[in-house]
């Protein structure tokens, strides 16, 4: 069997300051410990499980935070960025899915780090009329490809939020509790690693029992994007399938999931292009 794991840095514990979020941020490898403490455990446990293959999704920023040295042999490290599908790359074949590290969306109260893909240019992402947080839209997608996700570890509202409501049969661990955007507490890590491993064993459980499903949204997929600025839009109505609906939004339609996704994925490296040359 083979379990895919995406990792990402703001829903994992201790991370509050944006000091553990960035390459030369005097706290990254603090963060980079961390990262690599809850991944590895996860994949030992599903390794004991009988996963002979465990893919890793290296999935914040630059997406080079876990350390590779300190990866078993049956683990497969996906890293840099861009790359395509970004955050469930090399995802499709997998049996299960795993997210770890996951924030909740933009907007949400009392959760650290709120922000749906980019928080430098994403406001609100809509598929099909329903908000999505990243958890969401990674799960479509691997639904898409008949993977179900059993298991979530990351801010507590999260759990309490999307998880809750559109995947009841997902196994949730809270890494951290928060009080505001910049503020958690969280449990000591050995509890963590026990939360963790209790977790996975009654996630695989539940797979096995036939209790969990992939998450499936209709095709075609209607797709809403409210960006941050007006130029962002401006830049993604270049294309001539995205529709421009005010000055911060824009929509478009795509056959599928995956097609979306990367048009999605395209849209915001164009915002993140638009912002260096007007800041430049």
């Known amino acids: 069997m083979r379990a895919f794991i995406s990792l990402d840095l703001e829903g994992l514990p201790y991370i509050v300051s944006r000091e553990h979020l960035f390459v030369k941020g005097a706290l990254y490898g603090e963060a980079?410990?961390?990262?690599?403490?809850?991944?590895?455990?996860?994949?030992?446990?599903?390794?004991?499980?009988?996963?002979?293959?465990?893919?890793?999704?290296?999935?914040?920023?630059?997406?080079?935070?876990?350390?590779?040295?300190?990866?078993?042999?049956?683990?497969?490290?996906?890293r840099g960025f861009p790359r395509p599908l970004s955050m469930v790359a090399f995802a499709r074949g997998s049996d299960a899915a795993l997210f770890l590290g996951y924030h909740a969306k933009a907007g949400t109260s009392y959760a650290t780090f709120d922000h749906t893909y980019s928080g430098a240019s994403i406001d609100r992402l809509e598929i099909n009329g329903v908000e999505v947080s990243e958890f969401l839209l990674n799960a479509y997608i691997l639904g898409s490809w008949g993977i179900p996700v059993i298991l979530v570890g990351g801010d507590r509202r999260l759990l309490e939020t999307d998880v809750k409501t559109f995947t009841?049969?997902?196994?949730?661990?809270?890494?951290?509790?928060?009080?505001?955007?910049?503020?958690?507490?969280s449990p000591r890590m050995r509890r963590i690693k026990t939360m963790l491993r209790e977790g996975v064993i009654e996630a695989v459980e539940r797979l096995k029992r036939g209790e969990t499903k992939p998450l499936v949204t209709r095709e075609p997929v209607h797709v809403k994007v409210r960006f941050l600025r007006s130029d962002m839009a401006d830049?993604?109505?270049?294309?001539?399938?995205?529709?421009?609906?005010?000055?911060?939004?824009?929509?478009?339609?795509?056959?599928?999931?995956?097609?979306?996704?990367?048009?999605?994925?395209l849209l915001t490296l164009a915002a993140a292009g638009v912002s260096a040359i007007v800041t430049r």
């Open 168 to 185: 009841p049969w997902v196994v949730g661990v809270p890494f951290k509790e928060s009080p505001s955007r910049y503020a958690a507490k």
């Open 32 to 78: 980079r410990r961390i990262a690599t403490e809850v991944v590895k455990v996860t994949a030992e446990t599903l390794h004991e499980l009988g996963f002979e293959e465990v893919i890793i999704a290296d999935s914040h920023g630059p997406m080079v935070n876990i350390l590779p040295g300190e990866m078993p042999e049956y683990v497969e490290l996906v």
């Open 235 to 265: 830049t993604a109505e270049l294309l001539p399938f995205v529709n421009r609906i005010d000055g911060k939004t824009v929509e478009f339609k795509a056959k599928t999931v995956e097609e979306a996704y990367k048009v999605f994925e």
